[in-house]
């Protein structure tokens, strides 16, 4: 079974601070993502990675930046945490064939910014 | 306008009706259509997955694509408590990494 894990399923923060999300997936894909999911808005793409190093902006990447350093290893940075950030977040992995279309998703974060 | 809009419900029904689940969207270009459920306080798990037009049954789901009238369908037949979930329209360009998603459908069923 393929396995997307993330760091962490609830996190509390204050405004201001420097927040890192996690996100391991254990199939060995290429692509990965990085989701917010807020009432009302359905889910909305931050940033994708199709390969180690590498990195696409999303529809909302304004306030985060990603790493990707190892293929297995995706990860979200809020350099400065803002209210309006608090949301769930969403990682997910997919294979790298065309027409493969799985995107295998985490459990999520449920981020708070106080 | 968003680009897939999708009516987020709530949606309540007996336990046994049949359910039927809607997306429209704008871009003609969009080709592979996918349906997501997702459980309380979990991550989305892909449900359905269809190439351009037509229709694709896997047990008590139906999805349908109608790219003249660019709108899709999911059927959930003989609709089961478990089912109580949060259904999600996804779709994409050929060649394109990027999903857009729906706003998702709550859907209750009721023993």
């Known amino acids: 079974d393929v396995k997307v894990t993330q760091s962490s399923r609830y996190l509390v923060k204050r405004t201001g601070e420097k927040v890192f999300l996690e996100c391991v997936q254990d199939m060995d894909h290429e692509n990965m993502f990085w989701y917010r999911q807020d009432p009302g808005l359905g889910l909305r793409l931050i940033y994708f990675?199709?390969?180690?190093?590498?990195?696409e902006k999303g529809d909302i990447p304004e306030g985060y930046s990603v790493s990707r350093e190892k293929k297995e290893r995706f990860s979200l940075i809020l350099e400065s945490a803002s209210t309006n950030q608090t949301s769930m977040y969403l990682c997910a992995s997919r294979p790298g064939a065309e027409g493969t279309d799985t995107q295998y998703f985490g459990p999520g974060t449920r981020l708070t910014v106080l | 306008q968003k680009e897939v809009e999708q009516d987020p419900g709530p949606l309540s029904v007996p336990e046994g009706a049949i359910v039927s689940l809607n997306c429209t969207y704008s871009?003609?270009?969009?080709?592979?259509f996918m349906w997501y459920r997702q459980y309380s306080r979990k991550g989305p798990e892909l449900l359905m997955y269809?190439?351009?037009?037509g229709n694709k049954e896997d047990g008590r789901f139906t999805a349908q694509v109608d790219k003249s009238s660019k709108y899709i369908s999911l059927f959930i037949r003989d609709s089961q408590p478990s089912d109580s979930a949060t259904y999600l329209c996804a779709m994409r360009l050929q060649g394109a990494q990027k999903l857009v998603f729906g706003q998702g459908t709550r859907l209750t069923i009721n023993p």
């Open positions: 990675s199709y390969d180690v190093k590498m990195k």
């Open positions: 871009n003609s270009a969009f080709q592979y």
């Open positions: 269809t190439y351009s037009s």
